[in-house]
Structures are given as C-alpha cells and as structure tokens.
C-alpha cells in the first residue's frame, strides 16, 4: 500500500513550529499482519477459518516530527491498532470481504487522533493461483 499525500496543510504550515518541533504528516502502517478468520460464502469457508492478510494504514495528520515527550501514552500504540485488527477480524463468522473490510475501517475510524483509514483484506488461499483482495479507504488523507 503506498503512504497517503499530504492532505490541506500548506507549505508554511508544514514549516511551522509546535512547541519547538517541525510539523510532518504521519502515517501508522501495519503491513502483511496474518491470522486465520472465519469467513466467507463456501461450505468449506463456514466450516473452518482461512488465512487472510490485514495491511493497514492510519492517517493521523500533521504531528510533530519529535514528540514533546518518549511516552507510548502520547502516541497511538501500534500493538492496540494490531490487536484491533485481529479481534475485529475474528469475533464472528462474516460472509462477505465488503463486510469485514468496512466494520473494520469503522472501528479504526473511531480510534483518537484517526483522520483517514485504508485497509486491504486478503484471502490467501481461496484460489490455487491467486488471492483475492479488497481494499477501503475512508477519511482524510
């Protein structure tokens, strides 16, 4: 997935000084997370899980290059946004990737400080020859 373009800041803006610190766009990036869910429309995807792969990017706007302090309490931990995914994922059998791809960019959506969400889904082993994937993509970016 490629990082998403600086969204109405302009060039002053991203120049500009909070608390002494330059201001950059930031994207969180959870890439090739792999787990097994239930999923899907076939007898054998009712019956068991499959594995599916979650890449995921979280716009979260003009922050500044250095935070103003090295607490994981002041940013978004990455290891939420990871555990989000897996349980949004797995908690109940879906049939359709257009469902869980848009429950979980709802869910992401509401985390603090989430401007804009784009997630792809992938089935990995649905077809002997490809993967079948979906992405969304909501909010600002």
């Given amino acids: 997935m ?3 373009t600086a969204n109405s800041l302009t060039p002053k803006m ?4 909070t608390s002494g610190h330059t201001l950059g766009q930031q ?3 959870l890439i090739g997370l792999r787990f097994d ?13 499959q594995p599916i792969q979650v890449d995921a990017e979280l716009s979260l706007g003009a922050q500044p290059l250095l935070p103003h302090d090295d607490d994981i309490t002041h940013v978004l931990d990455y290891r939420k946004v990871r555990k989000i995914i ?9 049939n359709l990737l257009e ?10 959506m509401q985390l603090p400080g989430v401007l804009g969400v784009r997630v792809k889904i992938a089935k990995l082993e649905i077809f ?3 993967e ?5 993509e909501t909010g600002q970016w």
């Fill in 86 to 94: 897996i349980d949004e994922c797995t908690a109940e059998h879906v």
């Fill in 2 to 4: 490629t990082l998403g």
């Fill in 99 to 108: 469902t869980l791809i848009g429950k979980l960019a709802n869910r992401l």
């Fill in 128 to 130: 002997d020859d490809c």
């Fill in 14 to 17: 991203m120049n500009s000084h």
């Fill in 132 to 136: 079948v994937a979906i992405r969304m």
């Fill in 37 to 49: 869910a239930n999923l899907g429309i076939l007898e054998a995807e009712k019956t068991a899980p």
């Fill in 27 to 29: 994207t969180l990036s």
